[in-house]
């Protein structure tokens, strides 16, 4: 009805508690209670969703279609479609996003990059002169 797609169903959870030093990959959604030492790299075609909430912290890259923030990060972050930093989002690194919703009290401390567009998303601009 939006043109919002359906966000895949979270599978995977890193639980409160839980310290994971190393790279993780998944599919669809992951949702990080815990701690990360690592990079988390969404793998496979299709929609991927990475929550990381409040009480958690990822120290490493972060790449996925859509990111959701509430807690601490060290390290760059690509979300390739929808970025959501929620109030407690702490950001140290830098972050590229297609499209940024930033809520008051998240903070980034790095530089922010949009990626840019891609062509098939929009049509290309014809020009018509004298009208034909």
Do not use: W
């Not at 959604?29 to 969703?49: H, N, Q, T």
């Amino acid at each position: 009805m939006f043109n919002k797609k359906k966000q895949p169903p979270i599978k995977s959870l890193i639980a409160q508690g839980t310290c994971i030093r190393g790279d993780v990959s998944f599919s669809d959604g992951l949702r990080v209670d815990g701690e990360v030492v690592g990079d988390i790299r969404a793998e496979g075609a299709g929609g991927s969703l990475l929550v990381v909430s409040e009480s958690a912290r990822v120290t490493g890259r972060i790449h996925a279609d859509h990111v959701i923030i509430n807690g601490a990060v060290q390290g760059p972050v690509m979300a390739g479609e929808l970025l959501e930093l929620q109030p407690k989002a702490r950001i140290e690194g830098d972050v590229s996003y297609k499209a940024l919703e930033m809520h008051q009290g998240a903070t980034i401390s790095g530089q922010l990059q949009p990626v840019k567009a891609d062509p098939v998303d929009k049509p290309p601009l014809k020009l018509l002169a004298n009208g034909g």
